[in-house]
């Protein structure tokens, strides 16, 4: 892993048929944490019909993020827009890595939207984007490889600012954390230097 472009996605869910209620999409660039780009998207769900018991009863204690998630848009307009926003990021930047905590829930997510609406899922590697780095594996590989691992203190970045506010179970926190958790494990990479063998 090396300095350049990474783009995180995570989506937020209402049931196990892969129906989503709010992503977002950020790019970020490594070592400096800008933020080149957020896409953030909302699209409406029936409480009664879309959300299955585990769903309601998450969201139930967890009322002030699911409020501003509400949105009045219909799902098939805000899945359109996010196949825009993908388009873009391909056309943008031709080599990136993507970023998620969970790519068996939410790259399937996005592929699968792509898909229904005529595009290319984002995990085929056409151009010279990366096939997506689960960063939940990554950090737990380096936990191992490195048992006295720790994050080591990070410059200042923008990315961080979110990812330190706290407000869970927001795309944007998550996205935010998703790359300042990455960026952080690719610090400690940089620095670290392993114990010297004394010779007898």
């Not at 989506?11 to 129906?19: G, P, V, W």
């Not at 018991?53 to 501003?68: C, E, G, K, T």
């Not at 984002?122 to 720790?150: A, E, K, M, N, V």
């Amino acid at each position: 892993m090396r300095n350049g472009v990474y783009v995180a996605i995570d989506f937020e869910a209402c049931n196990k048929q892969d129906k989503w209620i709010a992503y977002c999409i950020m790019v970020s660039r490594y070592p400096d944490g800008e933020i080149l780009h957020m896409f953030v998207g909302q699209c409406h769900r029936d409480w009664h019909i879309d959300f299955d018991d585990v769903s309601r009863a998450f969201w139930s204690r967890h009322l002030y993020q699911y409020n501003i998630l509400r949105s009045d848009m219909p799902p098939d307009e805000a899945e359109k827009n996010l196949c825009d926003v993908v388009q873009f990021i391909k056309q943008t930047y031709a080599n990136f890595y993507l970023l998620c905590d969970n790519p068996a829930f939410d790259i399937r997510m996005l592929d699968n939207i792509l898909i229904a609406h005529g595009h290319d899922p984002i995990s085929h590697r056409q151009c010279g984007f990366r096939q997506c780095i689960d960063t939940w594996s990554f950090s737990l590989s380096i936990r191992h490889l490195f048992p006295y691992y720790q994050p080591v203190p990070t410059r200042h970045r923008p990315v961080s600012n979110i990812a330190y506010s706290n407000i869970k179970h927001l795309p944007m926190y998550d996205t935010a954390r998703i790359l300042h958790s990455h960026f952080s494990a690719l610090d400690f990479i940089r620095v670290y230097q392993p114990p010297q063998q004394t010779l007898h």
